[in-house]
């Protein structure tokens, strides 16, 4: 691809994004960036209903979050002019018609067709009706809603990213209807219509798009432009089957709220359901710089949220401190931060750590050798570059004590549990002062 990319994510703002949706919007913020394109947020708010400004701004939250930043965001609910005078255009054309069955009616006609084992396509009965026949309903005061009419000797084709050829033959399928009885627009139209006013040239989402797809390449076509280029991807599924069932809790502002970083997100969603490994990778260049279409699969891809718990802990026992500063507790410095960080899944968990390191900490009650040994040890206890080993390997001689009977007693003196950093690391953090003072104290 060398001509210039722009993609799209448009999210209908009737709830909160979740790990699926934002995988899509990820994969073409990543999708334009890997072509210097530019990635589009468009807010899917005809349906006035059911949309929330709150949804608007949770959206905007989550893509910064991520870093994900649209390189501009456009609204439908701005554009309704935009869509009426298309709609007139189509409708002087004959590509939209109206009509005006009731839902039970066609209900009825679908159980007749499905009865007779015949697809349930809608029969166009609108579409012959005459001019006297369509007055009379309006003198009846039934307002049409409004269908979109296929083209049936246009055969829908294209290349999908993912899916490879695709084929729909437009005589098996129902004119869509475009427009309610109330004026207002189903999703269909009015996307298309913007794909085009705003130069997209790449629609990526779900696979549960794949027939509206063949149903707007022609309405691209009966606009009179070409359409973009379409891949779907495989839906995501969650450990139990369909994500629907935990949207709340796989909320991306639940995933921020629960502490998880959002480069553990990124990395996994960016590479889950590819033939690409999911790796800690924490830099989203590189893995702007590996994404392919051509390595999406066409299998649903599994979320777990195991995966992005192990991906967490990776990113952040490589996060440098630069990257936490602010949101570690108060007073660890560089060097804190790199004796905790491997101990780390979550960064919240540093707080329990600097907690052992500025003490006081709670330290079992030793029985009388072990007490003689560590009031050896706060004697011998000299300062250096390196306390922990100079400590250790006196100790050793001193009392004849290795391996676990060394150490132990050490660790659960010092910092009040069994286990945790490394000690080296972790002991000119205490200092010696306090070092001391734990050892003697354990002493009793
Ligand atoms: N608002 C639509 C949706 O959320 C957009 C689909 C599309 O990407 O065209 O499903």
Redesign the pocket.
């Given at each position: 691809m060398s001509a210039p990319i722009t993609a799209?994510?448009?999210?209908?703002p009737t709830g909160l994004l979740h790990v699926g949706?934002i995988r899509?919007a990820l994969h073409n913020w990543m999708l334009a960036k890997r072509h210097g394109g530019r990635f589009l947020l468009r807010i899917?708010d005809t349906d006035k209903e059911r949309s929330r400004e709150e949804y608007v701004e949770a959206a905007r939250l989550d893509l910064a979050w991520l870093g994900l930043e649209p390189d501009g965001e456009e609204r439908q609910s701005l554009r309704l002019p935009v869509y009426e005078a298309a709609f007139d255009r189509l409708r002087a054309a004959g590509r939209v018609y109206p009509a005006y069955e009731t839902a039970q009616e066609l209900e009825l006609k679908r159980k007749i067709q499905l009865g007779r084992g015949l697809p349930p396509i809608y029969d166009r009965a609108a579409l012959h009706l005459t001019d006297a026949e369509r007055a009379e309903k309006e003198a009846q005061g039934i307002a049409p809603h409004w269908r979109f009419r296929l083209d049936h000797d246009q055969p829908i084709e294209w290349i999908d990213g993912i899916r490879g050829p695709q084929h729909f033959d437009p005589a098996q399928l129902s004119d869509p209807v475009v427009r309610r009885a109330d004026g207002s627009w189903l999703?269909m139209l009015p996307?298309a219509v913007d794909d085009i006013d705003m130069g997209v040239t790449d629609?990526l989402?779900?696979e549960d798009?794949v027939s509206?797809t063949a149903l707007q390449i022609q309405m691209f076509t009966a606009m009179g432009a070409a359409p973009p280029r379409f891949a779907h991807e495989a839906l995501l599924v969650g450990t139990e089957g369909k994500l629907s069932k935990r949207l709340g809790s796989l909320s991306v502002g639940a995933l921020r709220e629960q502490g998880i970083e959002p480069q553990a997100l990124v990395a996994l969603l960016a590479r889950l359901g590819t033939s690409q490994p999911v790796e800690p990778i924490a830099n989203p260049a590189a893995l702007v710089e590996s994404f392919d279409l051509a390595t999406f699969g066409r299998a649903p891809a599994r979320f777990d949220e195991a995966d992005l718990d192990r991906l967490n802990a990776a990113i952040l026992h490589q996060l440098p401190y630069a990257d936490v500063v602010g949101r570690v507790p108060e007073g660890m410095d560089e060097a804190a931060w790199e004796a905790i960080r491997p101990n780390l899944t979550r960064l919240s968990d540093a707080a329990e750590w600097w907690r052992v390191v500025t003490g006081p900490v709670d330290q079992p009650e030793f029985d009388a050798e072990t007490k003689a040994f560590l009031a050896q040890a706060a004697t011998l206890l000299s300062w250096s570059e390196d306390p922990w080993h100079s400590l250790t390997g006196t100790l050793k001689q001193a009392s004849g004590r290795k391996g676990k009977a060394l150490f132990l007693p050490l660790r659960q003196a010092l910092i009040g549990r069994d286990s945790g950093p490394d000690m080296a690391a972790l002991l000119p953090l205490i200092g010696e002062r306090e070092a001391r003072a734990r050892l003697e104290r354990a002493a009793g």
């Open positions: 799209r994510f448009a999210p209908s949706n899509t899917d999703y996307s629609v989402r779900g798009h509206n």
